[in-house]
């Protein structure tokens, strides 16, 4: 194999990742490509481990890392061979494998412990010794019993986290059976038999037991629904029961999760892990690989546009690589503060699942179709999705979720914003704390905060006590109960865009304070730098439209007049679209304002502002809040003269609110 030649990207670079031309099966090979490539000039001297740059560490040890970065990329690679396709590094993972599995070798990966990391990378593993022959074929009679016991025998003899990771195993066990290897079927029965304890209905599974509230991407396109698609295709002959469930659910699934990707190819970020990038449309192309019959409205020329418009949507975010052109931490660029405690400089390579597709015959519907637009005009302009506790709006030109009663099963980093946020959009993602003093480190976007000792330390919605979809005048509405203090309870609604105010949704507070609590009713964080030359916003312009109202003072400084307005006039920032707030309570004693979030903070823009309502409850008070967003992103077809065309048109406060507030 000829030498690697190292990328570099400097500052007019543009990575090959973003030159190809997404439009068939041949097309995408060549992007995944585009991201092996880059990896060989990253691996170890035997080829067992690939360590990427960031030099950053993670709560496991750093060999563990380093095989993250050996088998993460085989999700991508094994799906490229086991359609046919080839790949010239091939025999340096076949290499990996040989070493890594070897213990007299210098760079063996260590026996795996009680819930060890290595558990997770024996899934892509497992599945690439399940769908390309060529790993075990290349391997002598004594590899293949390193392998074995590797593989198979150190994973079923340990404990495993009670969550996603339980199909790990299953996948390790299903790569050794598949080639002869020794492996448990017990181990495989007793797993599948447990994750289903996971299922909560209508294709939606927990990631974890009962007491858990945890329907991420995770439940989808990340672990559960991908990998019993997986199984169903792999295991189906042998067991057609379990297989014919498994399409089912991802039928029912597949009529939610459309509604979380919009029609530029986006998908809303929400929850953890979403610096896996492009495997939140994973779940696509393993529909395809299972051959599910799709139901209506659905086509395979709609699921083909979902899939390849998010591939098209990343080629666009040019920050998301290091500069040897590896995927870096983050989101839309390299962001450690969104980073999960479990996220190494390899760990983003997770986002190989979107390429399972490549594992899908060329005269399959997936590939043989015309690609579709997104569906809007077949779907639901809101809809209420019970399992995941989500009301989806397609009113106002983006995908909005509303949220309540989710949360990570323990306080990752974050946790507060990636779940606990009231609204998370395709088009202003949500934000994450820099640290814990002052709203500019707390960035409260789409959040209300509290604080009891005059704004230093915030407290947000993290777990609620109540969280259920009402119908209200035929409107599913989100109402939560919570307490960010014991002597403080707050009862939250929140109300989807209707089409008379498509770009404006409510949420409604009624705090009772057992305590004396500032409060920060935060808007959607908005790109804050000015064009051209990329300064913060000034005061609102309409001839340039952009700017604020009112001015951007620096900190929240309500001591200076023009920083700041009463609630009832609300607060308002435009650059890319504009978002905004205003209080509509009757003789709301709140004020707006901006704050001017640390940089860093929100995983689209590393730059925002966001529009708040400030005000402070005296101890015993019981207040009502009704607080309306207003959001319009920029599109296509959206003129920049047109981004506050609805603001001055306020909503209406709906009449069954109004009698519930007397």
């Not at 604020?548 to 620096?554: D, E, F, H, Q, S």
Request: proline share 7%; net charge negative; with cysteine.
């Amino acid at each position: 194999m000829a030498e690697s030649k190292q990328l570099v990207l400097g500052y007019d670079s543009i990575h090959p990742f973003a030159k190809v031309d997404i439009t068939d099966r041949a097309s995408v090979q060549e992007l995944l490509r585009t991201l092996l490539d880059p990896l060989k000039t990253h691996f170890s001297p035997l080829k067992a481990r690939i360590r990427t740059p960031g030099g950053s560490a993670v709560r496991f040890d750093q060999t563990a890392a380093e095989i993250e970065g050996t088998c993460r990329p085989l999700w991508g690679l094994a799906s490229l061979l086991a359609g046919g396709g080839e790949y010239d590094g091939t025999a340096w993972w076949i290499e990996a494998l040989k070493q890594g599995t070897n213990p007299e070798s210098p760079e063996y990966w260590g026996d795996p412990r009680d819930n060890d990391q290595r558990m997770v990378e024996m899934c892509p593993l497992g599945f690439t010794l399940a769908v390309a022959p060529v790993f075990w074929d290349s391997l002598s009679e004594k590899e293949r019993p390193n392998v074995e016991r590797w593989l198979g025998n150190s994973i079923n003899e340990k404990n495993m986290p009670n969550t996603n990771w339980l199909w790990f195993r299953v996948f390790a066990n299903l790569g050794l059976k598949k080639n002869g290897g020794k492996y448990s079927q017990e181990k495989i029965e007793q797993d599948i038999v447990h994750l289903n304890s996971f299922y909560r209905g209508e294709g939606w599974s927990n990631d974890g037991p009962v007491g858990v509230w945890q329907q991420d991407y995770y439940s989808g396109s990340f672990a559960i629904q991908f990998l019993q698609l997986l199984y169903a295709k792999i295991a189906g002959g042998d067991d057609p029961a379990k297989a014919t469930e498994f399409k089912k659910r991802a039928q029912d699934y597949a009529l939610d999760f459309v509604h979380y990707f919009d029609e530029e190819g986006r998908a809303i970020p929400f929850g953890r892990s979403v610096g896996y990038r492009f495997a939140m449309a994973s779940f696509w192309g393993a529909c395809a690989y299972a051959d599910i019959e799709l139901p209506a409205p659905l086509t395979w020329g709609i699921v083909k546009g979902l899939l390849l418009r998010n591939l098209r949507w990343w080629q666009t975010q040019g920050q998301i690589w290091s500069p040897t052109g590896t995927l870096t931490i983050g989101y839309a660029y390299p962001n450690m503060y969104m980073a999960e405690n479990y996220n190494s400089p390899m760990s983003p390579y997770w986002a190989c699942l979107a390429f399972i597709c490549l594992a899908v015959p060329a005269d399959h519907a997936f590939w043989t179709s015309k690609e579709e637009p997104y569906p809007t005009d077949m779907l639901q302009k809101v809809r209420a999705l019970k399992h995941p506790g989500h009301i989806i709006s397609y009113l106002g030109g983006h995908r909005l979720l509303l949220s309540s009663g989710q949360a990570c099963s323990y306080p990752m980093k974050g946790t507060h914003a990636k779940y606990g946020s009231f609204a998370y959009s395709s088009e202003y993602a949500y934000s994450v704390p820099s640290g814990c003093f002052t709203l500019e480190q707390f960035a409260l976007a789409s959040q209300l905060g509290l604080s009891d000792d005059g704004g230093e330390f915030w407290k947000t919605r993290r777990l609620c006590e109540e969280a259920v979809i009402e119908t209200h005048e035929d409107l599913p509405v989100l109402k939560s109960i919570w307490k960010p203090y014991p002597d403080v309870k707050i009862k939250t609604y929140l109300i989807p865009p209707v089409e008379a105010t498509p770009n404006w949704h409510f949420r409604v507070h009624n705090i009772e304070a057992g305590r004396e609590v500032m409060t920060a009713d935060g808007a959607f964080a908005i790109h804050n730098e000015r064009k051209p030359d990329g300064r913060y916003l000034d005061l609102y312009d309409s001839k340039k439209c952009e700017g604020t109202l009112p001015k951007i003072i620096g900190n929240y400084d309500l001591n200076t007049p023009e920083g700041w307005s009463p609630g009832a006039v609300g607060a308002f920032a435009m650059s890319k679209g504009a978002v905004g707030i205003v209080a509509l309570e009757a003789d709301t004693p709140r004020t707006a304002m901006h704050v001017n979030a640390d940089p860093n903070t929100n995983l689209q823009e590393a730059r925002t502002i966001i529009p708040t309502l400030q005000h402070t409850i005296k101890k015993g008070e019981t207040v009502w809040y009704v607080t309306a967003i207003y959001a319009k992103p920029p599109r296509k077809d959206v003129l920049p003269e047109t981004y506050l065309d609805g603001w001055d048109s306020k909503p209406v406060i709906p009449q069954w609110l109004k009698d519930e507030m007397v």
